[in-house]
């Protein structure tokens, strides 16, 4: 891909092209760019400087090979069968949507303070990259160790929901598969998730994250979960 960007001191507006994948999630890529290609236009808004709350707004669009969920409803119902949006698939099919992220710095040379994110897609075009998801709204506070004297560590709390277009919601309901989600009788429901993390400095330049998630109605079912995930990550540092 590529981007370009122009930075200010207190704004800084970007524009990257790419190029997309030649089928959902996979990792071969088309060509030219003149037939696919993921275009992204990112503002981002600091007025205070660099260790101030910032504002970043996204606009994207996707055009690629993609199928229509509402087209591959119709084909299946004219045909009897189960609905693939695959074989629907067209080139020149675009995907667009918007995005906007902030961050509040509250204390402690910005290493406590609160974080937020909204994302947003037509939900008409078949989930091309990353994950299933139409709809999404994230919050959460990171807490500075220094407030128990180890100024190194961090605790911090996520909070997150996703959802589905009524398209998609529809053509899943069917039996329809997507590159990560499949069903035939969804009970709808947003999907839900709760995380918690705290990043402990071990000894310099090492870093270990023991991770806590609760997820309700995992791939947007309510007859599924809850779920809950443990984990760890380490971070080396030279």
């Known amino acids: 891909g590529f981007m370009a960007g122009y930075i200010a001191p207190t704004w800084a507006l970007r524009y990257g092209?790419?190029?997309?994948p030649a089928y959902a999630n996979g990792q071969t890529l088309e060509w030219p760019l003149a037939r696919a290609r993921?275009?992204?236009t990112e503002l981002t808004l600091q007025p205070s400087g660099a260790d101030a709350w910032a504002l970043r707004l996204l606009a994207f669009r996707n055009i690629a090979r993609m199928g229509i969920y509402r087209d591959?409803?119709?084909m299946a119902e004219a045909t009897g069968t189960i609905p693939d949006i695959r074989a629907d698939d067209r080139d020149g099919r675009r995907?667009?949507?918007f995005g906007v992220n902030t961050e509040i710095p509250l204390a402690d040379d910005g290493e406590t303070g609160l974080f937020a994110r909204v994302g947003w897609n037509d939900g008409k075009t078949e989930s091309?990259?990353?994950t299933e998801v139409d709809r999404t709204l994230t919050a959460g506070a990171q807490l500075s160790g220094e407030h128990w004297n180890r100024k190194d560590d961090h605790l911090a709390l996520g909070l997150t929901s996703n959802g589905l277009s009524?398209?998609?919601r529809e053509y899943l309901a069917l039996g329809g598969q997507g590159f990560l989600l499949g069903d035939g009788r969804l009970d709808y429901a947003q999907e839900r998730a709760i995380e918690l993390q705290y990043r402990a400095k071990v000894i310099e330049h090492v870093e270990i994250s023991p991770d806590f998630e609760f997820i309700r109605a995992p791939g947007y079912n309510k007859d599924r979960g809850p779920a809950k995930?443990?984990?760890a990550r380490l971070h080396?540092?030279?």
């Open 236 to 238: 080396l540092e030279m």
């Open 166 to 168: 009524p398209d998609h």
């Open 229 to 231: 995930f443990v984990g």
């Open 95 to 97: 995907k667009y949507g």
């Open 17 to 20: 092209v790419y190029l997309m």
């Open 128 to 130: 091309f990259a990353f």
């Open 38 to 40: 993921g275009e992204q």
């Open 72 to 74: 591959a409803i119709a």
